[in-house]
C-alpha cells in the first residue's frame, strides 16, 4: 500500500471543472486548507471552454469566476429558419488555459497543499487514495471527479454533442457578440446549429453541435460538416490553433447521489444541468458548498445542494422527454424557437438552473411548438 506521505483536509482526485472550482474557491475561503488536486494529464483542466449568461447576484460567484473570463460580450444571438434575435442579456466565457494557470499560481503560494498532475489514482476510499506508483494519502474530505461516466448509450438521457475548431481567419468575420445558435443550417441527428465566440475581430471559436439520442461523435465527418458551413459562409481559415470536441448527457431521470466520503462529483456523480448537458452553473454551486462555512459541516453543505437540485431537476428532466421522445429530428428545432420568444430574465435563469415556478408555467403553456407527437407529450405531462 505504500507509505503516508501527507495528511490533507481535501484530497480532490481530478483537475477538472468541478475539483478545480472547488481549489480555487477553498483558496479564497479556507486559505488555512490543506489540498492535495491530483490530475491524470501533464496539466490540469483539460481543453474545454466553458461559458454562462448574465451576471450572477452573488459576490462569491462573481469573485470565484472572475479572474478565469477571458472574454465578455454584452449581447448574445441566436437564428433560426423563421426567427432571428439579438438577446441583451451578456455573455462571458473562459478556457482550459486560464483555469489551469489559475490553479497553478493559487498552489504556487498556498502552504500545505500541492497540485500533482501526470498522477494515476488506483484506489480511493473514504479517508485516503493510493496512486498507481503505491503512494498512499490521506485526507478528512475526499473528492472524486474523474470524468464522465456515460460512455455508453442509456435509455434515459439524450446527447449534446460538439466538434469545434478555435481559428485564426483570413479577414474579418463581421462579428461582435456571440452567435449561440444558428439552427438554419441542414439538421443531422436532432437539433443541430452552429456556434461562434468571436474572440477577436479575425479569431473565433465555431462548432458544430447536435442534439441526439445517441453518444456517437463521428469526428471526420463533424469535422468536415463544420468545414463546409466555416466556407458557406465565404469565411476562409489561415490558422487552426484548436479543436475541442464532446459528448454530454441530458438526462431526464436521476440526480446527484448521496453525499459521503467519498464524493462522487462532476458527471459521474449527476452534478450537471440536465436541460443543457452543461456543468458549470453545478460546479460552482458545488465549489462554493464545499468552501464556505466551517469544514465538519462540508457534507450537510453539500447535502443541501444535492436536495436543492433534486427539487429543481425534474422540470428540466420532463423537457428532455419532451424535446427527444415527441418531436421527430428534423423538428426538434421549433422547441428552441419558442423558447427564445420568451422574456431575457427568464432565459438567463434557465440557464443558470433556477428557473422560477412561474418561468416553468410560461415555459410549458401556451401555443405548442410545430411538429409536437401532442399525445405523447400529453402523456408525459401527466
Known amino acids: 500500500m505504500g507509505i503516508v506521505t501527507h495528511h490533507y483536509t481535501h484530497i480532490l482526485v481530478g483537475a477538472g471543472l468541478h475539483n478545480g472550482l472547488t481549489a480555487l474557491a477553498l483558496r479564497q ?19 474545454h471552454t466553458w461559458c454562462f449568461h448574465g451576471v450572477d447576484p452573488d459576490a462569491d460567484v462573481r469573485a470565484l469566476l472572475g479572474p478565469l473570463v477571458e472574454h465578455t460580450w454584452p449581447r448574445q444571438e441566436v437564428v433560426f429558419p423563421d426567427h432571428r434575435r439579438v438577446v441583451e442579456t451578456s455573455y462571458s466565457g473562459f478556457t482550459s ?18 497540485l500533482m498532475c501526470g498522477v494515476t489514482v488506483a484506489e480511493i476510499g473514504p479517508d485516503h487514495v493510493v496512486t498507481e506508483d503505491g503512494r498512499r494519502f490521506t485526507g478528512d474530505l475526499v473528492i472524486d471527479a474523474r470524468g464522465p461516466g456515460y460512455q455508453a448509450p442509456t435509455s434515459d438521457a439524450g446527447y449534446q454533442k460538439f466538434y469545434g475548431l478555435d481559428v485564426e481567419l483570413e479577414a474579418p468575420h463581421g462579428l461582435d457578440h456571440p452567435l449561440l445558435m444558428d439552427a438554419t443550417i441542414p439538421q443531422i441527428e436532432g437539433f443541430r446549429f452552429l456556434y461562434v465566440l468571436p474572440l477577436d475581430d479575425r479569431r473565433c471559436i465555431i462548432e458544430d453541435t447536435r442534439f441526439a439520442l445517441t453518444p456517437t461523435l463521428d469526428l471526420q465527418r463533424m469535422r ?7 466556407a458557406r459562409r465565404g469565411w476562409r481559415v489561415a490558422r487552426e490553433r484548436r479543436e475541442e470536441h464532446g459528448v454530454l448527457p441530458m438526462t431526464w431521470s436521476g440526480g446527484p447521489e448521496p453525499v ?4 462522487r ?37 453539500l ?11 425534474p422540470f428540466y428532466q420532463r423537457l428532455n422527454r419532451l424535446l427527444f421522445q415527441c418531436f421527430a429530428p428534423e423538428d426538434m428545432w421549433n ?4 423558447f427564445y420568444r420568451k422574456p431575457e430574465a427568464l432565459i438567463e435563469r434557465f440557464y443558470a438552473l433556477r428557473a422560477t415556478p412561474t418561468d ?19 402523456a408525459l405531462l401527466r
Open 260 to 263: 459521503a466520503s467519498p464524493v
Open 360 to 378: 416553468r408555467t410560461r415555459i410549458l403553456l401556451g401555443r405548442p411548438p410545430r411538429g409536437v407527437n401532442l399525445g405523447r407529450a400529453l
Open 335 to 338: 422547441v428552441f424557437t419558442r
Open 97 to 114: 488555459a486560464s483555469l489551469a494557470d489559475q490553479l497553478e499560481r493559487a498552489f504556487a503560494d498556498w502552504p500545505g497543499s500541492a
Open 303 to 313: 447535502d443541501a445542494l444535492r436536495q436543492d437540485l433534486t427539487r429543481r431537476l
Open 224 to 230: 468536415s460538416a463544420l468545414l463546409a458551413e466555416i
Open 265 to 301: 462529483a462532476g458527471y459521474a456523480g449527476g452534478w450537471l444541468h440536465p436541460g443543457t448537458g452543461y456543468s458549470l452553473p453545478v460546479a460552482v454551486r458545488f465549489a462554493l458548498a464545499v468552501a464556505r462555512g466551517g469544514r465538519d459541516q462540508t457534507l450537510e453543505r
Open 29 to 47: 475561503h479556507q486559505p488555512d486548507a490543506r489540498v492535495l488536486l491530483l490530475e491524470r494529464g501533464p496539466r490540469p483542466a483539460g481543453n
